[in-house]
């Protein structure tokens, strides 16, 4: 701030940073700046104090400072000139009032100067204490300019609204629904990961469904069920502590046909594809009715992760107010360390067997053997177990 301001430049906190502060919540990570000052005067500004300046977006105004291994995103105030629903041509300008009034909502059209002092031009602050999720003047042209409004909307409701959302908004985000169609998976996954990532999603999605921007942005229609399921499944991992988007992404398909819509609509990463199709698709259940050594051989084939994605499923699916075996079998996780099976596949090489396929097979059910005596034999006994299984495979 000193240096962009070295030149007598007005400069101040914006948008999301300001809005959280004013919330009180710690860990405020992605700090935005405005300033009436044009964007390579900005990098000059920058690299006269001895701070690296990256022009992310000059044509938008936008320059990256590097401060302490931290990353500040710096934009110059504007105005739109052209919007197509995804991208806008703009001007700069030194009016704070017209930087304000292009912004998207007023809880995020906020600005803060160094000292403290708060700058509200559209009532913000009011609206975020009443939970309030307003778009800047009108609804329907704010959504023309950028049509990921509507998920912003309901991310931002889902986080931060209270009561009935705004009539006005609501009704401009049904009526525009289908034009979702338009941005890419990209853009809306991130959104939407955000949106379900709210301590408690479910007025959001209800609201979004009962308007027809769920079915838009999933590309089908999640079932009363499905809805319900998520619910359930907030539930229980508010019990836990273990909330996770991927995994109420999971739950509102309810089979592997929009398991794959989902993936091939949101261009889900390979990571995120892998734990979606995981919690459905293997032949081991996580239930409360096994054994401890069961839940410890389920762990050790599935990992912990997918343990505790399929058991809150589960859980989900049956009732949220099922709590102490549920409880009981994810508490096995958290003091659990993976066993290390004792041979390896250089131990069957050095037993004479040549490279090749037998290596794998042999070691795979040694592995098996290994994991149904409860991982309890140690090198000599595994040993002893691979050449009987080699000896077998001789005959």
């Known amino acids: 701030m000193k240096a962009l301001t070295s030149g007598g430049a007005e400069v101040r906190f914006v948008g999301g940073c300001v809005r959280d502060a004013l919330l009180g919540r710690q860990g405020i990570d992605n700090i935005d700046i405005a300033t009436s000052t044009a964007p390579n005067q900005v990098i000059t500004l920058l690299e006269d104090a001895g701070l690296k300046a990256i022009p992310t977006g000059l044509q938008h105004g936008t320059v990256t400072a590097v401060a302490a291994n931290e ?16 991208h806008a041509t703009v001007a700069f300008t030194t009016d704070w009032s017209t930087d304000a009034n292009r912004r998207d909502f007023t809880i995020n059209a906020m600005y803060c100067d160094l000292d403290g002092t708060l700058y509200d031009p559209l ?3 009011d609206d975020l204490r009443s939970g309030k999720i307003r778009f800047v003047g009108n609804a329907n042209r704010r959504i023309e300019e950028d049509v990921l409004r509507i998920l912003r909307f309901f991310r931002f409701y889902a986080h931060f609204g209270k009561n009935r959302p705004d009539a006005e908004a609501l009704a401009a985000c049904g009526a525009a629904a289908e034009k979702l169609d338009t941005l ?8 939407l990961l955000k949106w379900l990532d709210a301590p408690d999603p479910i007025q959001a999605l209800k609201y979004a469904d009962d308007c027809g ?12 069920t499905a809805i319900v399921r998520v619910q359930n499944l907030v539930s229980v991992e508010t019990k836990t502590g273990c909330a996770d988007p991927i995994r109420r992404l999971a739950a509102l398909a309810s089979d592997s046909k929009q398991r794959t819509a989902l993936t091939n609509h949101l261009k889900l990463s390979s990571e995120g594809q ?11 259940k996580v239930t409360p009715a096994l054994s401890d050594a069961e839940a410890y051989r389920a762990l050790y084939r599935l990992g912990p992760e997918r343990f505790v994605d399929m058991a809150l499923m589960a859980w989900a699916q049956v009732s949220s107010e099922d709590n102490g075996d549920w409880q009981k079998l994810l508490d096995l996780v958290d003091n659990w360390q993976r066993p290390q099976l004792p041979v390896s596949g250089k131990d069957i090489l050095a037993l004479g067997v040549p490279a090749g396929p037998l290596i794998g097979k042999a070691l795979n059910e040694a592995e098996e053997w290994w994991i149904a005596g409860n991982f309890e034999a140690g090198r000599k006994k595994t040993l002893a177990q691979v050449r009987t299984i080699l000896a077998d495979h001789k005959q």
């Open 274 to 284: 892998r734990r979606l199709e995981g919690m459905f698709t293997s032949s081991v």
């Open 213 to 224: 921007v769920l079915a838009s942005t999933l590309k089908f229609s999640p079932n009363e």
């Open 123 to 125: 009532g913000g602050a």
């Open 71 to 86: 990353t500040f995103e710096i934009t110059t105030l504007r105005r739109d000139i052209n919007t197509d629903g995804r």
């Open 184 to 191: 890419s998976g990209h853009r809306i996954r991130v959104e």
